[in-house]
């Protein structure tokens, strides 16, 4: 069977998905097979990357990444400082893994495993992500500083409250999901999962730990939303094997990541 190549069936030269039209419904962009979007990007994001809808909070700050490392690739169309593997702060697997990924979703073009620059798709999708960045980055150049200014780092980010909102919505969905909470008069977080018990699963709070503040608490949240994909397994590790176990394991984790972003006044966010 013969693969079409994008350019044979899409005008490389125009931004990704320029194909997408209205038809005065809701949300407001439809695909060649009837899905509605509510933008260009998270119809890439879903429907080219495969991404699940939990993971729309991360849709933007990912993206930003990748613009970087394809604009990184080829400098012709987007102007960047970095090379690429600036972009990865030395993490060489973390570079590895990302440019078998971009070769293996068609985004970059050659031989090797690896390829070479980017492909037909690559190309248009990059210029779809630089005209299409978030208002809060439009201004800084795409690359490391962008990247950094998408992910709340400081828990004294006045966005940080609005980022984890996004959060919320996004994990509403899960089985297990780590929520914000107030224990004894003081900032907590708890885990929460659903469907649990015998003949009439209830939800259920697994896990719970309790901050100095809001700041503490609402930067170790973001580390955690950072790892949204390990939620399951760290819900079921909870229920099944008690909350000291998910205790000790959270702790070595933080530990290895070099913890969370710095609380206000500049020390480090810390757990109680």
Avoid at 97 to 108: E, Q
Avoid at 116 to 134: H, K, N, Q, V
Wanted: aromatic content about 10%; cysteine-free.
């Amino acid at each position: 069977m013969t693969v079409l190549e994008y350019s044979d069936i899409r005008n490389p030269q125009l931004p990704w998905g320029y194909w997408l039209h209205q038809d005065g419904g809701h949300p407001l962009l439809v695909d060649d097979e009837g899905r509605r979007w509510s933008s260009v990007r998270e119809a890439f994001w879903v429907a080219r990357l495969g991404m699940r809808s939990e993971s729309l909070a991360f849709m933007d700050s990912e993206l930003e990444r990748l613009t970087a490392v394809l604009a990184a690739m080829d400098r012709r169309r987007v102007p960047i400082a970095e090379a690429a593997h600036d972009i990865f702060a030395g993490e060489r697997r973390f570079e590895q893994f990302y440019r078998l990924w971009l070769h293996g979703v068609g985004l970059t073009a050659g031989h090797g495993s690896f390829g070479g620059g980017l492909s037909d798709e690559g190309g248009a999708a990059l210029i779809m992500l630089a005209a299409t960045r978030p208002s809060r980055v439009r201004y800084v150049g795409v690359g490391l500083e962008a990247i950094s200014t998408m992910t709340p780092r400081d828990a004294s980010d006045p966005e940080t409250s609005a980022w984890l909102d996004r959060v919320d919505a996004a994990a509403a969905r899960l089985q297990f999901r780590f929520v914000r909470h107030e224990l004894w008069r003081k900032p907590s977080i708890a885990l929460v999962g659903d469907g649990l018990g015998g003949e009439v699963p209830i939800r259920r709070t697994i896990w719970t730990q309790t901050f100095s503040d809001h700041g503490s608490r609402d930067g170790f949240l973001v580390w955690l939303a950072e790892r949204l994909d390990r939620w399951e397994t760290w819900g079921l590790m909870a229920y099944e094997r008690g909350a000291p176990q998910l205790t000790q394991h959270l702790l070595a984790t933080f530990a290895a990541s070099g913890g969370v972003g710095r609380q206000p006044g500049g020390g480090r966010s810390r757990l109680l």
